[in-house]
């Protein structure tokens, strides 16, 4: 089983739309989450982290659920400038050791 | 220059080539990382240096060779390659907290 798996995608959705994606990591000494953003051809940057209350970051919401070692990341009124590879990070707890997911793509259309 | 840099940004080299990949970073943190992204695979973390200290050595293959002569600067040292290590090679920095901020990346072909 992949330590940090995700749905590649692609999702494609029209400008407005809601659209949300999961994650669900392997270890449960998981100890810190975070949601990148990689455009193509660019390098990953971080789009939040993700705390056990849930948060919240404009048109973005991440939730975490440690008993089901489960992550998500719902936007809302979709941007075309949306469109890019998200990627799911999780920290097993060794300083500075992430884990990526593969990411899922995300398209934006008008 | 601000953030982390990288050079060369793109790199074609032969398999008995010896080169460097350069990282710097400009955000005063003390650990930065190497990284492999390979084409349809997720980012594979390849080296962590803390403090200029090796921390963690992901398995890599002994033709990737690291160095980090202080909490600025780290090299990718690359010698006698195979194809299949042609990849996206990112370099990252942090300070105390787990969020890294990487480099533009250097795309590496090896023929």
Redesign the interface.
């Known amino acids: 089983r992949k330590e940090?798996e995700q749905d590649p995608g692609p999702f494609n959705v029209p400008e407005g739309a809601t659209v949300a994606f999961n994650c669900t990591y392997s270890n449960s000494a998981s100890q810190?989450f975070?949601w990148y953003r990689q455009d193509c051809r660019?390098?990953?940057?971080?789009l939040m982290?993700v705390y056990s209350s849930g948060n919240e970051d404009g048109r973005f919401t991440a939730q975490l659920n440690r008993a089901s070692q489960y992550i998500s990341l719902l936007i809302r009124d979709s941007k075309l400038s949306d469109s890019a590879t998200y990627?799911c990070v999780v920290?097993i707890g060794?300083?500075?050791?992430?884990?990526?997911?593969?990411?899922t793509i995300l398209t934006v259309h008008p | 220059e601000t953030g982390v840099t990288q050079t060369p940004r793109h790199l074609v080299m032969g398999m008995t080539n010896k080169k460097s990949l350069k990282c710097e970073q400009h955000l005063g943190h003390n650990a930065m990382y190497w990284y492999k992204q390979s084409a349809k695979k997720p980012l594979e973390l390849m080296f962590v240096y803390n403090f200029k200290e090796q921390t963690e050595n992901n398995s890599v293959p002994s033709r990737f060779s690291p160095e980090c002569p202080n909490s600025s600067h780290l090299f990718l040292h690359l010698h006698t390659l195979q194809p299949e290590d042609s990849a996206l090679y990112l370099c990252a920095s942090s300070q105390d907290r787990v969020e890294q901020f990487f480099g533009p990346g250097t795309r590496l072909t090896v023929l």
């Open positions: 940090v810190s975070f660019k390098e990953p940057k971080l982290s990627l920290n060794s300083y500075g050791k992430l884990t990526f997911g593969q990411g």
